[in-house]
């Protein structure tokens, strides 16, 4: 039985496109004799039959008349010929496609209906449309190619589109099995994915080689986005697929994918992902260099004196554009005459230097392809800086749960304070850091990129006076001023030797000084020259100054608990208990 009325129904009342081409379809179509209505009262009528609007206009004889849709119950063909068995089946499997999204079973009634109407433009359209839509391109192609022609004529404008999908299916088709069923697998995930879900996944697939065709491994690039849980696969030829999850409150932005391979172009590019379907960011072609394009990379080291490194090691990692610093490395040892040379391909590097017994350096330079060879750059390492500090601190929040406190001691080794994970480094606050010569201690205030909870508190750092010192300093008050150079030196000479002699005393100092009087400390006490930082608006530069073997610095600043994140103000007392350096152990 023919059910073309109930299709209409249902097609009409989803409002889509299958409706509007099914009405279309009955209404070119040519009138057909003997139809044989059957209403739902059970009375039949048999005529020449045409929908118009939500009616069905039937012809008996030299009589029309008109039944709305809603009152018959299926419209049947006393005939059966092939074109009308086409049609029927035709009608059938635009239900089925609406009911069921079925593919093989439209297919099915789809290729049938061709067979037994070849020339039906309709048929024909919607037989490759299936077709492509299940996955079988070079088949759909197929069929439209015969029937082009007549197919726009029936569907202007559509074909075209139909046409360019079927292209994009065809071309699949030659991508390697494996990412063809991933892809179909995939496709269909995000098909079903609701528009303004929470979080939606989102997916690209391309094909990154080199001028020769070569693939690129997954290995010589990172791709970098707004997104997370990104994951790459690859594929043969060349072939990536990249997905990330997006959350709803995020822009959907490019993705950056640069390459990090030293003897391969370097280069970026951007392409997007889309949540609805697979984005295709095509081919993504970079130049692999031959072993002829490598140039040096040239350093002289020097210590403070001018004089050569003998031995020290330098490193070298590719860059990416944005700054990203690759896993492949290069290395090379500095000769006789501190200098070093180390064979690479064009492209951007960071460099690091260690020496034993020297404060570590480093630096970029960058290799152009243009260029013969890289300028030399001259480098100059210090003796690295030892040192044993005692921090102790109160803190107190807003949100109230009294204060809290807290010492440690660090212990600074090649120049600089050793990096903890997030989480584990107690005081985030205080750095202590060698710059060239000369170790700097580094005071944070106020990570929230404004004054804090605590209104306009700017921070601030003391030193306190040795009990010595005091009593030195009133009795040089009577003593005469002038002194040589030899004098000057001496004075120097004994200004090391008492604080190497006052640091029990210092440490007995350091002790006893109450954290909770460290605002009435802050009046009496003088401020020590700072290197850099202090008050400023919005994000504060950290306090920096030098630091001094057997002084205690005291201040407060603001900052955050690493445990709960919430703000705290911080009272400190700092003490640089020992500080020495390779050389000094020499003397």
């Not at 299958?18 to 005529?47: C, E, I």
């Not at 048929?123 to 069929?143: P, R």
């Not at 099995?177 to 697998?185: I, N, Y």
């Not at 064009?346 to 020297?358: D, E, N």
Request: proline share 5%.
């Amino acid at each position: 039985m023919w059910q073309s009325v109930r299709v209409v129904r249902r097609l009409v009342g989803c409002g889509c496109i299958y409706g509007a081409l099914v009405l279309a379809l009955l209404q070119a179509g040519p009138a057909h004799a003997a139809v044989q209505v059957t209403l739902k009262s059970g009375a039949s009528l048999v005529g020449e039959v045409k929908i118009v609007e939500n009616e069905a206009v039937v012809k008996i004889d030299d009589a029309e008349l008109k039944v709305p849709l809603s009152q018959i119950e299926m419209i049947a063909a006393v005939d059966s010929g092939p074109d009308r068995q086409a049609q029927r089946l035709l009608l059938s499997a635009l239900e089925t496609k609406l009911a069921k999204d079925s593919g093989t079973e439209v297919i099915g009634l789809l290729a049938e209906a061709a067979r037994l109407a070849p020339n039906d433009p309709h048929i024909i359209y919607w037989y490759a449309t299936s077709l492509a839509d299940a996955g079988y391109g070079q088949a759909a192609s197929d069929v439209l190619t015969k029937q082009h022609a007549a197919v726009a004529s029936a569907y202007p404008g559509l074909v075209d589109q139909l046409a360019k999908r079927i292209q994009k299916r065809v071309e699949m088709e030659k991508m390697p099995p494996a990412l063809l069923e991933r892809l179909d697998g995939l496709q269909e995930i995000l098909a079903k994915q609701e528009p303004n879900a929470e979080m939606r996944q989102l997916a690209a697939v391309f094909r990154l080689v080199d001028q020769e065709e070569v693939s690129v491994e997954q290995a010589d690039f990172q791709i970098q986005t707004n997104g997370q849980d990104q994951n790459l696969e690859s594929f043969e030829d060349g072939y990536f697929v990249y997905t990330y999850n997006l959350n709803r409150g995020n822009e959907v932005q490019p993705c950056h994918l640069d390459i990090m391979r030293p003897g391969l172009e370097a280069k970026s590019f951007d392409f997007h992902a889309s949540s609805n379907h697979v984005q295709d960011a095509g081919k993504l072609s970079v130049k692999r260099y031959a072993e002829d394009a490598r140039r040096p990379v040239r350093i002289v080291l020097k210590n403070g004196a001018g004089e050569p490194i003998v031995a020290a090691q330098v490193t070298i990692q590719a860059m990416s554009a944005r700054g990203s610093v690759s896993n492949h490395t290069l290395s090379g040892e500095t000769d006789a005459e501190g200098r070093a040379s180390i064979m690479a391909f064009p492209m951007k590097y960071s460099y690091q230097v260690r020496a034993q017994g020297f404060n570590p350096t480093g630096g970029n330079v960058e290799l152009r392809p243009d260029a013969a060879e890289s300028d030399e750059a001259k480098l100059q390492m210090y003796r690295a800086v030892q040192a044993t500090i005692r921090l102790a601190w109160q803190s107190t929040s807003p949100q109230g749960g009294g204060t809290t406190s807290g010492e440690t001691t660090v212990m600074v080794g090649d120049g600089g304070q050793p990096n903890l994970p997030y989480g584990q480094d107690q005081t985030p606050w205080f750095r202590a850091n060698q710059q060239k010569d000369r170790l700097t201690l580094q005071f944070t205030d106020s990570p929230f990129g404004y004054h804090g909870p605590f209104g306009v508190i700017e921070p601030w750092v003391r030193v306190a006076k040795m009990k010595e010192e005091t009593a030195e300093s009133e009795a040089d008050e009577g003593e005469a001023t002038e002194k040589t150079s030899d004098d000057d030196r001496s004075k120097d000479t004994k200004e090391v030797e008492s604080n190497q002699a006052n640091k029990p005393n210092a440490l007995e100092q350091f002790n006893a000084l109450d954290l909770q009087e460290v605002d009435e400390l802050k009046k009496t006490l003088p401020q020590p020259r700072l290197l850099g930082g202090g008050p400023a608006q919005g994000p504060r530069p950290p306090m920096v100054l030098p630091a001094e073997e057997g002084k205690i610095y005291i201040g407060r600043v603001q900052h955050r608990d690493m445990r709960t994140g919430h703000p705290i103000q911080l009272a400190f007392k700092v003490f640089v208990e020992e500080m020495s350096s390779d050389e000094d152990d020499k003397e």
